[in-house]
């Protein structure tokens, strides 16, 4: 079992904790295969593509093929970008579960498809933060989740780790510098051991389905934030389209109401329950997103699907 660490030659949020990741020991060449050089530390390949990050799919299934190795995660190196141009360091699953199958999804991936999340989500959100703290990027970098968005498409656990959110902190080599270290002792390349790996039978197996809210996904950030909470699929409230009914709102059933959210809910569920064999999943709502008539029918959707509803005190 590998993991595959992906990394874009054409991204300097990409490439720069990928060179800091290779200045460390114990890296060799690996093969290259369609055009895409690979790097071999252990049982981590880091890869380097000419592409965007996220255009190169199914990698994980293309690099089996090519060398037999099975794969059993992957983590992807990339920029960030936001409105607010904010310096930011940030890890989320991804996936367009929302979109209807013939659109063109605008940043890759597959309509109606989400990767399994890495257990790894979680505890690499604290560690980051331990990491950037202890280099002194904090508070200038806000430490954070986002929610589940873009491709590529990958069907193994898969995790984004970006740096942003303009070029000034795209090429800040001290940011470079503790993302590699966040994958060098994540993954424990430094001889510890590896961070996050998923186990049921550990007695802390509660998986946060995070849905509604906004792209930073703050109210399931405080949840998360607990020991021994784990991080599913993340599902901001523009990735649950819902069509405002013509009829009375206080009256509403789940099937009058239009959109891809219950497309959305199941196939996010589905791939978190992918990603964390004997979990228990509780679906957590951003309470205040939504109004009655999207609560109660998101509501009496997770019923219908035997999805749990977890309140905060559910988590503890």
Known sequence: MVTLVVATTIDPASIGPASSLLAMPGWQPGPTFQGIRSFVNGEVRLLEHDKS??????LDKRWEESTSEVVDELVFLSKHTAVSNRPALTVHPIGVPHLHEGEVPPQGGKPGWAAPPSPRIGAWLKLLKKIAESRGLVPEFEVTLEATHHGPETNKPTMFVEIGSTEEYWTRQDAANVIALLVWEGLGLGGGA?????????????????????????RHMDIIQKDGVWVGHLLSGYSLPMEDPTRSKEEVNTQ?????WRQAIKVAFEATEAAFPGGEIFAHLDQKSFKSWQKNAITGYLGEQNIKIGKPADFC
């Open 53 to 58: 990050i996220v255009e190169e799919d199914n």
């Open 194 to 218: 590896s961070v996050g790996n998923w186990s049921s039978k550990n007695g802390k197996n509660k998986v946060l389905l995070g849905i509604g809210g906004g792209h930073y996904v703050p």
């Open 256 to 260: 009058v109401i239009g959109g891809t």
